[in-house]
């Protein structure tokens, strides 16, 4: 198993991946019934980068990531990716219950003529090959999300999108997901964006952190501690403490306009 | 004082004693929940009130027959064939109403279901008729088509048809629309959403309709055949009022409980085994 400890320290730029692809995105616009909810937005995402999006509840981050797999249509602007090799992860798990774990993998890479390998060898990656023949509802909240992971690895997607997808797991839990999509991650390269509430989430698993605020970006700060990262890292936590200040202040802004 | 507490030597106050008996309570109270037996009890014991009542002569046998009685006939007309006929008669028109009716209701739910227009155009109607009770429309259904097997089937459909119609409809829309919507980001067609997703979605709900059907189905049956039949089991039990032979109307009184209790037993194992990977359903 390639971990990421076997990774040197100075690898090269993300930006020469083959198998990552880049994104990007100008001046969208979505409003739902007249209320601008994503307002002129311009990101370019290198191929092979994880970037995080933070910011406030309702700020607009999950309805990007909706607009960039397609399941919002904006009214402005433009998105450039191949959808086509695109897949997200959901906050739920969103698993079919009247299919076993394999199978529900296996849909992941539909109308592919080894589905049913690639499947078994992702659940394996994933470390849930025991489970390959459960029913979802007997799962834990964090297998349940690692099948969820599986299925959206499993046609080996030039970008991943998660939509908070740690949101709803206990603090455990959520560390060892983190490190299985920073694995994940490290070894096939696929351009990745980060949905999360979680500012030191974001700091830990990102090449770079977005910031969001009435939906625009506001701010864009590159982390740059090499990895593998440690959890009480000096130098990411002030990094954790400078984003965590911009969006305490971006609220206060905006409960007092000057 | 504080002696009595460590002194477990007076019977009256030991608390351990207390505790033993109402556990010997307990376990008594218990063996009749947990028998297997327990169910049977009241049935045996009315069986045998019965058959006492009628050996005594308490029961005159012209208003009820004793059960040996009633056993017997059912094993003579088992043996001239006439019960094995009729019973497939009756189960074969049962079986093409649920057939009519509950394809129509089936089709139309998920149709309602899927498409607005549709919902709008047939659903106002549909619910207007269900109002209507199935019973009202036997004279209309009489003039228009007699009292051949086509009346039976359209009672027995039309009654199938709403319990199927309303919980495929009420299945198909309560379907989780992350569930939906997983499924188009990950590529499914219009096909692949139905089959993996609405359908077996929907399920429970529409296997709900169908034990509703059932029952409705072999109401529907009898009164069709107690009405107007020259065969079936409905049939059997009119010409035996016509020569007070009780012991045949109890015998077709039991032959519907059968039937209703067979087909009920055969949907709830269908349940089971489509509905296994529902933790309230499934053993997995």
Same mark, same amino acid.
């Given at each position: 198993m390639t971990t990421v400890a076997t990774r040197p320290p100075e690898a090269p730029s993300h930006a020469d991946s083959v198998s990552g692809a880049p994104v990007l995105i100008r001046g969208l616009g979505i409003a739902f019934d007249g209320n601008p909810v994503i307002d002129t937005l311009d990101l370019a995402v290198d191929g092979g980068t994880l970037v995080s999006i933070v910011g406030r509840s309702g700020c607009g981050k999950s309805t990007l990531l909706r607009a960039i797999i397609g399941l919002e249509t904006p009214q402005r602007g433009s998105i450039d990716l191949d959808r086509d090799r695109a897949r997200i992860v959901f906050q739920? =798990?969103?698993? !079919?219950?009247?299919?076993?774990v394999l199978t529900n993998v296996a849909l992941g890479a539909e109308g592919l003529a080894d589905a049913q390998d690639r499947a078994a060898e992702t659940l394996a990656l994933v470390g849930l090959s025991d489970k390959a023949?459960?029913? =979802?509802?007997? !799962?834990s909240g964090g297998q349940r999300q690692r099948v969820a992971l599986a299925r959206a690895l499993v046609s080996r997607p030039r970008l991943l999108l998660f939509d908070e997808p740690l949101g709803a797991l206990d603090a455990l839990t959520r560390i060892e997901m983190q490190r299985l999509i920073e694995e994940v991650w490290t070894r096939h390269r696929f351009t990745a964006l980060l949905v999360t509430h979680d500012v030191s989430e974001a700091v830990m698993l990102s090449d770079r952190v977005v910031r969001m605020d009435h939906g625009r970006i506001v701010s864009d700060t590159p982390i740059t501690t090499p990895r593998p990262r440690r959890h009480g890292d000096p130098q990411l936590a002030t990094m954790e403490g400078e984003i965590l200040n911009q969006l305490l202040i971006g609220q206060q802004r905006a409960d007092h306009p000057a | 004082m504080a002696s009595i507490a460590f002194e477990p030597s007076g019977r009256a106050a030991d608390p351990r004693a207390v505790a033993a008996r109402a556990a010997r309570r307990q376990i008594q109270a218990s063996r009749l929940a947990r028998s297997r037996w327990t169910p049977l009890l009241l049935p045996a014991v009315l069986l045998l009130g019965w058959q006492a009542g009628s050996v005594t002569g308490v029961l005159p046998a012209t208003i009820l027959p004793s059960p040996a009685a009633v056993l017997e006939a059912g094993w003579q007309l088992t043996r001239d064939g006439t019960l094995p006929v009729n019973l497939v008669i009756s189960a074969g028109r049962a079986l093409a109403g649920l057939i009519v009716g509950g394809t129509l209701g089936l089709l139309l739910g998920i149709g309602t279901a899927v498409s607005a227009g549709l919902r709008r155009l047939l659903d106002p109607t549909i619910q207007a008729f269900r109002s209507v009770p199935p019973f009202a429309l036997i004279p209309l259904i009489i003039l228009w088509l007699g009292i051949d097997e086509g009346a039976k089937v359209v009672l027995i459909g039309w009654s199938v048809f709403f319990p199927l119609y309303i919980n495929t409809f009420h299945g198909v829309v309560g379907v989780d629309r992350g569930l939906v919507e997983m499924g188009r980001v990950y590529g499914m067609g219009r096909s692949a959403l139905f089959r993996r997703i609405i359908l077996p979605g929907a399920l429970p709900s529409i296997l709900v309709g169908l034990r509703f059907a059932l029952g409705l189905m072999w109401l529907a049956l009898i009164v069709a055949e107690t009405i107007a039949a020259n065969s079936g089991v409905g049939y059997m039990a009119n010409q035996a009022r016509e020569f007070s032979q009780t012991d045949i109307i109890l015998l077709t009184v039991l032959v519907y409980g059968a039937l209703g209790k067979l087909t009920d037993t055969a949907t709830r194992a269908a349940e089971r085994r489509l509905l296994r990977w529902n933790p309230a359903y499934g053993r997995k």
């Open positions: 739920e =798990p969103r698993l !079919l219950p009247w299919f076993d023949r459960a029913w =979802p509802a007997r !799962l | -």
